[in-house]
């Protein structure tokens, strides 16, 4: 049986608008002393986005140049911009497949790059999956708008969030201005120009975990009842998926905070939650949901923990609420790579592979084949183009076949305490 999004939105709702009891509006879960775990295998991974992403932006970068190069004193500021651990010139010189170094026209000894053929030929196979996603990507910028206060983000978060969200390049001023009924620009109470959203749309508002439910599982039970029936009543609330680190799951404390917690009610990211105590298990669980889908939105399931920070009012959240990646580790992993900290939903992941690969994230598989490999050069990159769908495919298959059972580092803290929070101060 598979609903119209207007049927499932309307049927979830019956789970949401059940009054939450005196005891869900208090604090009444038990905080747990747990282990953050290093998880090698997502380690990698943002490890390997880093790169991409830093490589990604600097093809952007020439790409807008005036002149089609950028000097090694132009970029030579751009480190912690790109989030990168070594300086920006010997990273850009690690890859000759993607840009190519000659001398400055008028300043012999000022080295200059430019993009390869290959590397103009994945920018303008990048641009044709924003042709064809446009849509998609319209309905995920209209999300991010939906949960917040105001239906208003500043551009700002927005640049931050470019990448992880993936927005073309010039979306402030091409995109936006295709969707008028959609989209205005507004300036901020603090003055800073912002996105607004015009148009609200009842089937976006449904979220990634309620999306889950759309193929309920309609078998009869033992006693005659079903899944749906149950769910209807509120007996089978959204629960969130859950895959802790080795050894949590046995642990009987563990269990039953989590049992306890996945039976609240669980409250839509584009709800209004005002008329809840901010102070309660209720609005805890709400922001765990809010956090949950922004994720789900991103191309990698992940972003950097101060780019969140940055939507802390607009999204609603309390000042602490990067707590919650730590409290809950069956749901978020928090990863301390690349002297910064970076958030991934664990669901998101499975075996060190996206689960749900998108047309752009594939792309930018291949984007880091050319990085990665030697084999492909300036002239011959264009005629092997054609074989990279099988080379990307083969190479990830070898490349990242890690189990994510690969933990270990264990480092202990008691939830609430500040030794995480604190934890790689010095972000972009």
């Known amino acids: 049986m598979r609903w119209g999004s207007k049927q499932l939105f309307s049927f979830l709702k019956l789970n949401q608008i059940q009054t939450p009891t005196q ?52 970029i030579a500021d751009w480190q912690k911009l790109f989030g990168l651990t070594v300086p920006t010139l010997r990273f850009i010189r690690r890859y000759p497949t993607l840009f190519q170094e000659f001398p400055h026209p008028k300043y012999p000894s000022l080295p200059c790059f430019k993009l390869t053929n290959i590397a103009l030929t994945l920018h303008n196979q990048e641009q044709l999956v924003y042709q064809n ?18 239906k208003t983000v500043p551009f700002q978060s927005l640049y931050n969030l470019k990448w992880d969200l993936g927005l073309p390049d010039d979306f402030d ?40 439910k759309e193929n309920v599982d309609l078998s009869v039970l033992g006693n005659g009842e079903t899944e749906l029936r149950k769910f209807k009543r509120g007996q089978n609330g959204l629960a969130f998926t859950m895959s802790f680190p080795r050894g949590y799951g046995a642990q009987k404390k563990v269990k039953a905070w989590m049992d306890e917690f996945q039976k609240l009610p669980y409250i839509s990211p584009y709800e209004d939650c005002r008329g809840i105590d901010p102070n309660s298990d209720l609005m805890e669980k709400r922001v765990v949901g ?44 928090l990863s301390l790579k690349c002297k910064t900290t970076t958030i991934a939903l664990r669901e998101g992941y499975r075996r060190g592979k996206l689960v749900d690969p998108n047309p752009l994230s594939k792309l930018r598989d291949k984007f880091y084949y050319v990085m990665r490999t030697g084999l492909i050069y300036r002239n011959k990159g264009v005629d092997m183009l054609p074989q990279l769908d099988s080379l990307v495919a083969d190479d990830g298959a070898n490349d990242q076949d890690e189990s994510e059972d690969e933990e270990d580092e264990e480092v202990c803290y008691t939830d609430g305490s500040s030794e995480m929070e604190g934890a790689s101060s010095e972000e972009d």
């Open 290 to 333: 809010v956090l949950h889908e922004f994720l789900s939105l991103t191309v990698y399931k992940k972003t950097k923990r101060n780019y969140l920070r940055s939507l802390r009012e607009e999204l609603n959240l309390p000042h602490k609420f990067t707590r919650i990646f730590t409290r809950y580790p069956g749901i978020f992993y």
């Open 133 to 150: 996603c446009e849509s998609e990507i319209v309905e995920r910028l209209c999300r991010v708008l939906m949960m917040t206060r105001e």
């Open 23 to 74: 005891n869900q509006q208090s604090r009444t879960l038990v905080k747990v002393r747990l282990k953050w775990v290093k998880n090698k295998s997502l380690d990698h991974i943002i490890d390997i986005h880093t790169d991409i992403k830093a490589a990604s932006l600097l093809k952007d970068a020439i790409f807008r140049s005036s002149t089609g190069y950028l000097t090694s004193k132009s």
């Open 173 to 212: 001023r091409n995109l936006i201005r295709k969707y008028p009924d959609c989209f205005r620009v507004v300036k901020g109470s603090n003055g800073l120009a912002c996105l607004k959203l015009l148009k609200w749309d009842d089937e976006f508002a449904v979220s990634a975990l309620q999306r889950g």
